[in-house]
């Protein structure tokens, strides 16, 4: 399961899901805008940087993680590559990012950065990546 504004609005409920089910089945949402954590489908704000939310959930044992750059979502403009690097560098979880992919060239640029995956939705239905890129990034990865 995602634990997405749960994660903030209540860590307690999250920290007994975490210890009663495995961090292993578990993924931490970290929604952010302007690195801040945001809720209830983004309309709602808070003060939690995303780094140290991620880094509060690690303790916990959280593995995984789906960040998403709210202000690139679905923007086509290309990810939040240095803040995705960043969270690479100061957490050690497998980092799915979200967010601003406007071709293959983003999916392997986040590929070789260490993301464990890539939310690609927008530039699917925008025709801006194709099932067949999609296919051989898959074969040769």
């Given at each position: 399961?995602?634990?997405?504004?749960?994660?903030?609005?209540?860590?307690?409920?999250?920290?007994?899901?975490?210890?009663k089910?495995?961090?292993?089945?578990?993924?931490?949402?970290?929604?952010?805008?302007?690195?801040?954590?945001?809720?209830?489908?983004?309309?709602?704000?808070?003060?939690?940087?995303?780094?140290?939310?991620?880094?509060?959930?690690?303790?916990?044992?959280?593995?995984?993680?789906?960040?998403?750059?709210?202000?690139?979502?679905?923007?086509?403009?290309?990810?939040?590559?240095?803040?995705?690097?960043?969270?690479l560098?100061?957490?050690?979880?497998?980092?799915?990012?979200?967010?601003?992919?406007?071709?293959?060239?983003?999916?392997?640029?986040?590929?070789?950065?260490?993301?464990?995956?890539?939310?690609?939705?927008?530039?699917?239905?925008?025709?801006?990546?194709?099932?067949?890129?999609?296919?051989?990034?898959?074969?040769?990865?």
């Amino acid at each position: 399961i995602t634990l997405g504004s749960i994660a903030v609005q209540n860590p307690e409920f999250c920290y007994a899901m975490i210890q009663k089910y495995g961090a292993e089945k578990i993924i931490l949402g970290a929604d952010c805008e302007n690195r801040k954590i945001k809720t209830s489908g983004w309309l709602e704000g808070s003060d939690n940087d995303v780094i140290d939310f991620i880094l509060q959930y690690q303790e916990k044992g959280i593995q995984s993680t789906i960040c998403t750059d709210i202000a690139k979502d679905g923007m086509l403009e290309g990810p939040s590559t240095g803040l995705y690097v960043e969270i690479l560098c100061k957490t050690s979880v497998q980092l799915v990012a979200s967010g601003g992919i406007s071709g293959i060239a983003d999916v392997y640029k986040m590929k070789d950065i260490g993301c464990t995956g890539t939310i690609i939705g927008k530039a699917i239905y925008e025709g801006k990546i194709s099932l067949q890129q999609l296919q051989n990034f898959i074969e040769n990865a």
